[in-house]
């Protein structure tokens, strides 16, 4: 079974950093794309970034490019999310994602993990 | 970027009863393989969102048949054949021709 945990939102004040985390478990890690997808209190969800199985390829929102670095490490099953220079815009809930079947699209989607941006 | 637009924003429908949404692309999402990039989600309430049809028409893993995909070019459905309770959430059509990828603002189905 596909499993996907996200961990490391909290709340954090504007300017600042935060790295998210995705455990991924059920299946072959480095044969698959990620992505992170976010989706603001209310919303629908945001594509934010995307990176290929073997971390070569990477691909940025524009609303994020410059600040948050997508990054994965593959002997660990693990997905990264380094966010910088953090606004109340990028409050939202991010999800961790894998791609379906041999595509490269969103398929499978974790719980999420909160990024509360506020002073 | 590319605007995915859904029609209707909501819609109840009574347990049993067909439903229908409808997602419109700014342009064409088949692409030079012969694949047509457009995905339905549904978020149901509380939970993450969870893919139904990828490629305009092909069901997902675990998905009920009742669920079909259709359409070509820049007009897509997804139909449900025979609405359950818990079918109930907000639809989502993705489009995964370029990126950006972007979602559709949304249907929410309720149950009558």
């Known amino acids: 079974e596909v499993q996907l945990l996200e961990s490391g939102g909290r709340l954090v004040q504007p300017g600042g950093s935060l790295r998210l985390s995705c455990a991924a478990s059920?299946?072959?890690?480095?044969?698959?794309?990620m992505a992170w997808v976010r989706q603001a209190p209310g919303k629908g969800p945001e594509w934010v970034a995307t990176i290929n199985s073997g971390g070569g390829g990477i691909y940025y929102a524009d609303s994020v490019q410059g600040r948050f670095t997508i990054s994965r490490d593959n002997s660990k099953n693990t997905l990264y999310l380094q966010m910088d220079s953090l606004s109340a815009e990028d409050t939202a809930l991010y999800y961790c994602t894998r791609s379906y079947g041999s595509g490269s699209k969103p398929g499978y989607w974790g719980q999420g993990t909160l990024v509360t941006v506020s002073s | 970027d590319i605007v995915m637009t859904q029609s209707p924003l909501s819609l109840s429908v009574t347990p049993g009863q067909p439903a229908s949404i409808s997602c419109k692309s700014s342009?064409?999402?088949?692409?030079?393989?012969?694949?047509?990039?457009l995905f339905w989600y549904l978020q149901k309430p509380g939970q993450s969102p969870q893919l139904l049809i990828y490629?305009?028409?092909s069901r997902f893993s675990g998905v009920p048949d009742r669920f079909s995909g259709s359409g070509s070019g820049t007009d897509f459905t997804l139909k449900i054949s025979r609405v359950e309770a818990e079918d109930v959430g907000v639809y989502y059509c993705m489009q995964g021709i370029e990126l950006p990828l972007t979602f559709g603002g949304g249907t929410k189905v309720e149950i009558k």
């Open positions: 342009q064409s999402l088949l692409y030079s393989d012969g694949k047509t990039y």
């Open positions: 059920g299946f072959t890690f480095s044969t698959y794309h």
């Open positions: 490629e305009a028409s």
